[in-house]
């Protein structure tokens, strides 16, 4: 048996063994992401989503969303997804310029991006996300328009427009790292994001996060999700939950997840690693920083109902100070990052930390 097969099906065993623990859950939104799912075979798609189906409550109008690189997908595959519930593909398009993909180690083109976006919409999907990422090496304002340009030409439901991060230990940290001359400056990244804003919502995507922007309707409610705390329980490889105020993630070595046996009493405690129980404080400080990222804010009424004491209780002097200052709103019952604010927002965000 090949390992795809063996983890689809240790994934369709996981699904049945978890639901168990949440039996009156209801789901409101689905996401197959993580890596690229889009290389499972139209039968292994609709044997996982079979099993999502018959072991949790899903509501009617859940969003199911899947991940999709292009040049990954046929129609025969785009055609299982439809037929399991799936109504919503996100494709990871990045640039439209290929030497710009080239550079970020890419294997596809702008056309093949192009052939799936198409066939997503022939297979009968209304609900497509195209994932972009500006300040990558050689990128110039220029060529960040264009491809917002060709991108919104195509009249996806939502666009996520992240600047790239290098992060240490990746092949992209080893390339760059010390030599900022490769990337665009900083004054040139930030009329990047300027311009994305700008060009987004005069082609009638408006910005509801920092980094995402939706046609009125389309806002991606599983990313939502995690920006305003709701609970989630991530399954297969190497997911995250976060149930119950405890954080926890599967086992990430491959081999080792599809030799776990789901049944038993242990099967949690061999499957779940990295397990904390978040503190009340440590929730607060979610709650804020994540909420702030959302251009309506956090609600005040939302964090007393949560935690039993106000905004005002816990985080009176910061607001005093960031409202002065011209970075956050008070509009009740909601606070929100101002322009500046967004602009410098890292560090704003760090100031909600108790």
């Not at 427009?161 to 790239?164: D, E, H, K, P, T």
């Not at 979610?286 to 994540?290: D, G, R, T």
């Not at 607001?319 to 011209?326: F, H, M, P």
């Given at each position: 048996m090949n390992i795809q097969r063996r983890y689809a099906e240790q994934m369709i065993k996981e699904i049945a063994c978890q639901s168990k623990h949440y039996p009156g859950y209801r789901v409101v939104s689905v996401f197959l992401g993580g890596g690229t799912p889009s290389l499972l075979e139209p039968g292994q798609i609709l044997d996982i989503m079979k099993a999502v189906r018959g072991n949790f409550r899903l509501e009617v109008d859940a969003e199911?969303?899947?991940e999709m690189n292009p040049g990954t997908v046929t129609m025969e595959k785009l055609q299982a997804c439809r037929e399991s519930g799936i109504n919503r593909v996100s494709i990871g398009l990045q640039?439209?310029?290929?030497?710009?993909l080239k550079t970020l180690g890419r294997v596809h083109t702008y056309d093949e991006f192009l052939k799936?976006?198409?066939?997503?919409?022939q297979a009968g999907f209304a609900n497509v996300s195209v994932d972009l990422m500006?300040?990558?090496?050689?990128q110039t304002l220029s060529s960040w328009k264009a491809t917002l340009k060709r991108v919104t030409m195509l009249k996806p439901e939502h666009i996520s427009?992240?600047?790239?991060m290098i992060e240490e230990g990746t092949p992209f940290y080893s390339r760059y790292h010390g030599h900022p001359e490769l990337l665009p400056d900083e004054e040139e990244e930030r009329k990047m994001y300027y311009l994305t804003k700008q060009y987004l919502h005069s082609h009638g995507?408006?910005?509801y996060e920092i980094s995402n922007y939706a046609r009125p309707g389309f806002e991606c409610r599983h990313n939502t999700g995690y920006w305003t705390g709701v609970e989630y329980l991530g399954l297969g490889l190497g997911a995250s939950s976060y149930i119950h105020g405890f954080r926890f993630r599967n086992e990430a070595d491959l081999e080792v997840y599809c030799g776990i046996e789901m049944e038993g009493a242990d099967a949690d405690d061999r499957l779940h690693k990295e397990i904390v129980r978040l503190t009340e404080k440590e929730r607060m400080e979610?709650?804020?920083?994540?909420g702030l990222r959302m251009t309506r804010g956090v609600s005040g009424t939302e964090f007393e109902k949560r935690f039993g004491v106000t905004l005002g209780d816990v985080y009176g002097k910061v607001?005093?100070?960031?409202?002065?200052?011209?970075l956050v709103i008070l509009e009740e019952p909601y606070v929100r990052l101002s322009d500046f604010g967004v602009d410098i927002s890292n560090y704003v965000l760090s100031e909600f930390l108790l």
């Open positions: 199911v969303t899947m640039s439209a310029d290929d030497k710009e799936t976006y198409q066939r997503a919409r500006s300040a990558l090496p050689g427009a992240y600047s790239l995507f408006e910005r979610e709650f804020m920083f994540l607001l005093d100070k960031l409202v002065k200052n011209g």
